[in-house]
Structures are given as C-alpha cells and as structure tokens.
C-alpha cells in the first residue's frame, strides 16, 4: 500500500473526530399543517416514522419513548448517537411540530424530502367537518448551527455555507411560506446552493396557487408575476435573485457594450450564475 494514502486517510480520521467532539451541533425545526388526524393520533404509526427517519439519516438510535395523551395527541422523544428527535401532535388541528438536533457533521437539510414523506401525511382533519377538499400539507422548517466552533479545532467559519447568508438570512428563517432547497452542490471552485422561496413580506403563497389554476382570475393570466423567488449562494453568499437579477445584469453590461463601437471578445471574470454572458450574447460580437 502506499504510505502517503495512509496519512492522509489518518489525517482525515483526525479531522472528523476533532469535528465530532466540537462544542456544536445543528438544529432543525418542523412544523406541518394539514396532517392526517388520524396519523397523528396513532403513536404506533408515528413511532414507525420516527424509527424510518432515524435508519434513512443513517444515525444510531439509542433509545426511545412515546406518551399518548387523552384525549387527543402523542409525544415522542428518539434519543440517537449525537443527536436526538422529537415530535409532537395536535390530531384535532391538523398539526405535527417536530424537532432535530445532532452534533456530526452531515447537514440536516437533505434530510427534508424524508421528513415530508414520513410525516406529511395527507387525509382528513378533525376541524374541517365540511365537503371541501383538505388542503395539501404544508410545511414551515428551520435550521440553524447551535453551540461554539471558533476555538475548538480547525474551523474557519468562511469555509461554511451555513455559516454565512444563506444560513441566516435563508436557513434561520422560520416564517417563510415556501422554501425549496433546489441545489447545493460543490464544485472544484466553490459551494453553489440555489433555493426557490416565498416571502409572505413581499409575495403571497395565496397568490402563487391561484397563479397555477385556470380560473380566470388575474394571477392565473400572469402567473410570471407570481412565481416563487430563486436565489442563487456561491460559498454562502448571495449572488444574484430571480427578481432583480435582470435589471442588475443589464445595466452592468449594455452601457459598455454600446458605449464599445465594435466589441469582438469580451471577458467576464466570475459571472456564476451566467447571467452577464446571457446579456452580452445580446449584443454582435
């Protein structure tokens, strides 16, 4: 074997458990509404999805304990390896508020689509004794990093994503009417996360749903309008947003295009989202 593989591999296992014992952690918060009653009131279900949650975030349960309330309503607390789980029930309202927390280092936030499928269950609610159709559930969630990582080992907080904008102005916030995480990959270069969201102080999820219907009204003949926002983060910074992206882009590149009398190539340095090359292919060059 090659010793220099050896090294590093040792160098590696040095590092994550350096990072595991850190005086850190994450923290998630999830709330859902127009829950199944039914789901929500059964603790041997919700101990089924708690247990299928803990096994596909790939943790090491420990321990675990549900209460059922009468009349209505069930408490349970999953205690895993660096972390732990609880949730809570309000059958009669339609309503399941869960809490994660872990010291390791595997992000939380991929694990969403999993909390949705487990526990977004559709079906009927208590409080709505009519023939209407039960809305869709819906979902608010949080995160945020907990506890001190400057000081205790090789962190250096720009090297984050989650510990810069997109964690406290995307990830922290909790009254987001929608928030999508679309991509967060890496690159040899950088960190890229793109998320779609709603902002109830600015747009309206009402608004947005009626966009997509075909009922005649004034969203639904202009649902451009009414689309949710996309932000784009580099190495969790915010670079460019949907909603103003264009009338930025523009006025950065056409008055030196035209200003040019016959521009032939032209350099963009940086220039992630592709934005500033889609305005300059505007122009004959």
């Not at 995307?170 to 040899?188: A, N, R, Y």
């Not at 600015?202 to 639904?220: F, I, K, Q």
């Amino acid at each position: 074997t090659d010793p220099s593989s050896d090294d590093e591999e040792d160098d590696e296992e040095d590092l994550i458990d350096e990072v595991l014992h850190q005086p850190s952690g994450q923290h998630m918060l999830v709330d859902i509404k127009h829950v199944d009653a039914q789901f929500l009131n059964s603790e041997e279900r919700l101990v089924q999805a708690m247990l299928d949650l803990i096994e596909e975030s790939d943790v090491t349960l420990l321990s675990y304990h549900c209460h059922s309330f009468v009349p209505l309503g069930v408490s349970c607390v999953g205690v895993v390896l660096k972390s732990h789980v609880s949730i809570h029930t309000w059958p009669q309202e339609g309503v399941i508020i869960l809490d994660l927390f872990t010291c390791g280092a595997t992000p939380l936030v991929p694990i969403l689509p999993t909390i949705k499928k487990l526990f977004a269950v559709p079906g009927h609610n208590l409080l709505e004794e009519t023939n209407e159709e039960t809305p869709e559930p819906m979902m608010l969630w949080s995160h945020k990093l907990r506890g001190f990582r400057e000081g205790f080992g090789p962190y250096k907080r720009y090297e984050n994503p989650l510990d810069q904008e997109y964690g406290s102005d995307i990830l922290q916030m909790h009254d987001l009417d929608m928030k999508v995480p679309l991509v967060s990959e890496g690159t040899d270069f950088q960190h890229v996360d793109i998320v779609e969201l709603i902002d109830p102080r600015v747009r309206s999820l009402a608004s947005y749903e009626r966009s997509l219907s075909n009922d005649g009204s004034y969203e639904s003949l202009h649902p451009n309008l009414f689309r949710p926002d996309k932000v784009l983060f580099l190495d969790g910074v915010q670079q460019s947003t949907l909603y103003g992206e264009a009338e930025y882009h523009e006025a950065l590149v056409h008055p030196a295009m035209i200003t040019h009398p016959n521009p032939k190539r032209v350099a963009i340095i940086g220039g992630g989202e592709g934005a500033t090359l889609r305005e300059v292919l505007k122009h004959n060059t």
